[in-house]
């Protein structure tokens, strides 16, 4: 944990290599899993959605299927959203899923209120068992004890961290959640729309809570005050078994480069991630989807083209489900592996992204392999991704990540000469460039410079600007040449 001032980072490493990063700066708190009482602005039947004023910038997006209960979704077709909402009405909902311009955030009705071992589920009945928790003995295990010690009113979904625990772990956890839960209905009685009922833990106890277990070998923080708070915490959970666990850091390089992590942040922005074996991937986001391209690169292999393909198509499975996490890439991607003809080295490929999939506590879905041999997933998406959250769109190309070459400048250069030559009687032109562009023109365009000079008896005077955008052409000074000769060696 990388505790400061201005932000929390929080570094998930498995053997060693950072595999997720969550990222809450202080004047973004994030609002997913936050309990609010909104008013419905606006019932779209055509969308089947509703517009939710929730008290932040923007409306809040609530689907006819945030609406109505689980159980009822297979149905939902014959249901009309205007039956079941109104304009004006007040309404309880949680975020589930972040505003991700231009969008607003995402609302659903269906409340669930995370505990360590217990999520309550409020307007739902039924007893679910995170599929993490793949022992089915265990699984029913878990299920018998919920339904002797519920209430029959609530639903709960057992957390992965509710294994080989008993009625005693789980028990306060339930009491906590109920208790909890009508703390929020009785706030939600006494006022009025729109209104934060409740507001879900910082990063830093969201993370103990969701995702410190037996598995993590190590806590590291590096703030003392943020050490201390973590240690009551855990006492406040009756998880003394962990403490031993938590460690504080006072090393002499920032915690983040201690470990590594700086490096590895940075290269998650990159477009082209390296294979042990020399091949590679290229990652193109676009507003759509996200298309992952797998590459042979360096690796040339054994004697025998499809032990080679094999080798880096795997290779690059497990690289793309780490990266998925890392990058935090939601919505539809596509996957071109590099071409098997081979069925049974095509079944290896995908076994091998399906159980490093795993790993990942965001749902994600292998949908099919097409004609062409591109593998189709999705994963879900509830918040800004690594790219988005750390970096803006270049206003240099206004985020195209392509500008105009030298040489198109340049002709564009020599157009706004042969204009000026033409129309003005000054003795000089004095233009400024971008240096690139001026080395093409002191290349390719001085015979035609000079040429210019010779037809309209002008003198042209072309100054490299450090500073000046590679599309921009500055007409300095159009004049005598004496003057421009001075301002040129000024410049």
């Known amino acids: 944990i990388d505790s400061s001032l201005c932000e929390e980072r ?25 309990i609010y009482k909104g008013k419905v602005m606006n019932v779209l039947p055509g969308i089947e959605a509703a517009f939710i004023d929730i008290g932040i910038d923007r409306n809040a997006f609530l689907h006819l299927n945030e609406v109505i209960p689980s159980e009822t979704r297979q149905n939902a077709k014959d249901i009309d959203i205007q039956k079941l909402i109104k304009v004006g009405q007040e309404i309880i909902v949680q975020v589930e899923k972040e505003a991700i311009s231009p969008k607003g955030a995402k609302v659903t009705t269906n409340i669930s209120l995370p505990g360590r071992y217990l999520v309550l589920m409020p307007n739902n009945n039924t007893i679910a068992v995170s599929r993490r928790i793949e022992q089915e003995e265990e699984r029913e295990r878990l299920k018998k004890i919920i339904q002797n010690i519920k209430n029959n ?10 294994a080989g625990k008993d009625e005693e772990d789980l028990r306060p956890d339930m009491d906590f959640l109920v208790r909890l839960w009508n703390k929020i209905q009785k706030r939600s009685q006494r006022a009025k729309a729109p209104l934060l009922l409740h507001e879900d833990l910082s990063l830093t106890y969201r993370v103990i809570r969701d995702l410190f277990t037996e598995e993590i070998d190590e806590f590291i923080v590096n703030s003392e005050k943020e050490y201390e708070k973590i240690i009551n915490y855990l006492d406040t959970l009756f998880l003394l078994e962990l403490k031993p666990r938590v460690s504080y850091y006072d090393g002499d390089k920032p915690i983040f480069e201690a470990y590594n992590i700086e490096k590895e942040i940075s290269k998650a922005l990159e477009k082209k991630v390296w294979l042990k074996c020399g091949g590679y991937l290229v990652f193109d986001e676009v507003e759509a989807l996200t298309v992952i391209d ?7 292999g054994g004697k025998k ?23 935090d890439i939601g919505g539809i991607i596509i996957i071109d592996f590099i071409d098997m003809d081979n069925k049974e080295d095509q079944g290896k490929v995908i076994d091998k992204l399906e159980k490093e999939l795993k790993k990942d506590r965001t749902r994600s879905n292998i949908v099919q392999t097409t004609e062409l041999g591109l593998v189709e997933m999705t994963r879900k998406r509830s918040k800004r991704d690594l790219d988005s959250l750390l970096r803006t769109a270049c206003p240099y190309c206004s985020g195209s990540g392509r500008v105009l070459s030298p040489e198109t400048v340049s002709n564009q250069v020599m157009h706004k000469l042969e204009d000026l030559s033409k129309h003005s009687k000054a003795e000089a032109i004095l233009l400024g460039v971008n240096p690139k562009v001026e080395e ?10 000079k040429q210019l000079e010779r037809d309209y008896n002008k003198s042209i005077y072309i100054k490299g600007l450090l500073d000046l955008h590679i599309e921009k052409i500055k007409v300095i000074a159009v004049g005598s040449k004496k003057d421009i000769k001075k301002m040129v060696k000024v410049l």
């Open 153 to 162: 009113k609530y639903g709960f979904i057992v957390r992965t961290a509710a």
């Open 294 to 300: 797998v590459n042979t690169g360096k690796y040339v």
């Open 305 to 327: 083209m499809r032990g080679t393909i094999l080798k880096t198509n795997l290779q690059a499975a497990e690289e793309i489900a780490r990266q998925l996490r890392l990058r």
């Open 10 to 34: 929080i570094a998930i490493l498995e053997n060693n290599k950072l595999v997720e990063i969550y990222i809450e700066r202080l004047e973004d708190r994030k609002i997913i899993g936050n």
């Open 440 to 449: 093409e023109l002191a290349g390719s365009k001085m015979m035609l410079i």
